[in-house]
Every structure is written in C-alpha cells, then in structure tokens.
C-alpha cells in the first residue's frame, strides 16, 4: 500500500470525466487503500483518484471536528457520489488543491448538500452536509467531473506557508 503520486495541472486526467465504479472488487479496494495513505502524507482535507490519475469515481473526504480536536476526524469514501440535492444558500470561501500547489481561490459553493453513491464495498450511501465538509464534497465531486476549483473563480493567488489545500 504505497502512496500514489498526485498529478498537477495540466495533467489530463484532471479534465477527463471520470469512469462509474462497477467492480467493487481487490483493485478499487487496494486503490481506496492507497488514496488513504495519500492523502494523509499530502496533509489533504480530501482526494478524487483523478488525482492520482485514476480516472474512476471515487473520492475521500477527512473532517475533524473545529470544536474538539480530541475526537479523531472521520474518512468518508464515496464511490459515483452524486449532489442530488444543494441548498439555496450560497457562501464564498478560500480553497486550494493538491494538483494545484501553492495556490489558492475564492469559490462560491452550496452551504448545505446531499450526497448520494456508494461505499467502497457498494453498499448505498445518502449523506447531508453543511459548512466545510460540504465544501470539500463539492470540490472533490468536482475533480471526477473533470472541473477544478479554478474553473469556478475569478481570482486566485499565491498561498502562504501555512496553506493547507481542499
């Protein structure tokens, strides 16, 4: 279970939709493996396998709690997720991206989200989200469409130092 190396733009794989998973099989399970130890070295909030050139749907989103650093963040996998429902509300926020290093932009997303798809062993998933974790569903849904955050701003700009990206 190495970690896989994160392709940067312009890679192509980063604009291609990617492919529905039907094999819930050893290969997307070793995948998923592999995305996990990624995207803990990259320090990531999330990971979609375009990413690391995998052009399949699937993604990872890790959330930690803002209130209590003392309960472990959760990783959620999502196999074909889907946005079936987004809220009215509409907030603007900064986001960055493991395949766009040392940049950051502006991007507005839904405040609220319901993700449909599957687990990594195909069992149905239906998920609501609000604030940041729905923020990082999106962008990452967005990477298995072909679309980076980049797409959806007007202004990017250099990230600090302390820059931790989506």
């Not at 890790?62 to 079936?84: C, H, M, Q, R």
């Amino acid at each position: 279970m190495p970690a896989r190396d994160i392709i940067i733009v312009p890679h192509p794989t980063l604009r291609t939709k990617a492919d529905r998973i039907t094999d819930f099989g050893p290969e997307l399970q070793e995948l998923v493996d592999d995305m996990i130890i990624t995207l803990h070295q990259a320090s990531g909030a999330g990971l979609a396998a375009p990413q690391v050139n995998v052009s399949q749907q699937v993604i990872l989103v890790e959330f930690g709690s803002d209130e209590d650093e003392d309960i472990p963040p959760i990783l959620y996998v999502a196999a074909n997720p889907k946005i079936t429902r987004f809220s009215q509300e509409i907030v603007s926020g900064a986001e960055g991206c493991l395949s766009i290093p040392g940049f950051m932009g502006e991007v507005e997303r839904a405040q609220e989200i319901v993700v449909e798809g599957q687990d990594r062993y195909g069992k149905p998933l239906k998920m609501k989200f609000q604030g940041w974790i729905a923020r990082i569903f999106q962008h990452e849904i967005d990477h298995i469409n072909g679309i980076l955050y980049t797409d959806r701003t007007s202004r990017v700009w250099e990230a600090d130092e302390d820059y931790n990206p989506v």
